[in-house]
């Protein structure tokens, strides 16, 4: 079973950095996008970004500019790449991918921006 495994949370000030990496144990064939939701506490689940199997992007308006998604294929691996960080990023961040049948989640990793 194709499992997703997140890392790269953590403490952060505001105006710091994070990377998050989400790897699956396998290859999943003919994803059709991948992306990173977040849920911050007491509030629902929104995407942030995401990139289709093309390598079009798209960002949740608070995060443009500061927040990016890439993916390399040869390690089955999806990145959120997150700059200028504000409290307002608190949340506990999860990866998906959308593939030709269903869709994989990851376990959630928190993201804490605070001084």
Do not use: H
């Not at 996008?33 to 977040?38: D, E, Q």
């Not at 509030?43 to 960002?59: F, H, M, P, W």
């Not at 030709?100 to 990851?106: D, E, Q």
């Amino acid at each position: 079973q194709v499992q997703l495994v997140e890392s790269g949370g953590g403490l952060v000030q505001p105006g710091g950095s994070l990377r998050l990496s989400c790897a699956a144990s396998e290859r999943i064939l003919r994803i059709n996008a991948m992306g990173w939701y977040r849920q911050p506490p007491g509030k629902q689940r929104e995407l942030v970004a995401s990139i289709t199997s093309g390598g079009i992007t798209n960002y949740e308006d608070s995060v443009k500019g500061r927040f990016t998604i890439s993916r390399d294929d040869a390690k089955n691996t999806v990145y959120l790449q997150m700059n200028s960080l504000k409290p307002e990023d608190t949340a506990v961040y999860y990866c998906n991918v959308a593939g030709a049948w269903r869709n994989y989640w990851g376990q959630g990793t928190q993201v804490t921006v605070s001084s």
